[in-house]
């Protein structure tokens, strides 16, 4: 079992910026590759990024990409999400996942989801 909280969330306007955290406990040392999703009122969830704990090397949704970095401390178990620029399309629920097994893109690849955290990006 992994325990995956997040927060960081707020309102923020266009152009602004927020940095996202996600504190993993249990058996972390299973967890190969964390990932951030979105889901906005009305939508599916979708994939924003992942990070390969390891390296650290990074996925990105094309929709964010050069906006946001995803990044790890693996001392403290924690991935950060940092979104820069800002946007009202980014106005969604913001989950971190542990990944399982299949594409890192995917949600069905995913075990272990936190509760949420609100981002709010007013015009």
């Known amino acids: 079992q992994v325990q995956l909280a997040e927060s960081g969330g707020g309102l923020v306007q266009a152009g602004g910026s927020l940095r996202l955290s996600c504190a993993a406990s249990?058996?972390?040392?299973?967890?190969?590759?964390m990932g951030w999703f979105r889901q906005a009122p009305g939508k599916e969830r979708e994939f924003v990024a992942a990070v390969i704990r390891s390296s650290g090397y990074p996925y990105y949704a094309d929709s964010v990409k050069g906006r946001f970095t995803v990044s790890r401390d693996n001392a403290k178990n924690t991935v950060y999400l940092q979104m820069n620029q800002l946007k009202p399309e980014d106005t969604a629920v913001y989950s971190c996942?542990?990944?399982?097994?299949?594409?890192?893109?995917?949600?069905?690849?995913?075990?272990?989801w936190g509760q949420g955290t609100q981002v709010t990006v007013s015009s």
């Open positions: 249990g058996r972390t040392s299973s967890t190969y590759v």
């Open positions: 996942a542990a990944h399982y097994s299949g594409s890192y893109y995917q949600v069905k690849s995913y075990a272990y």
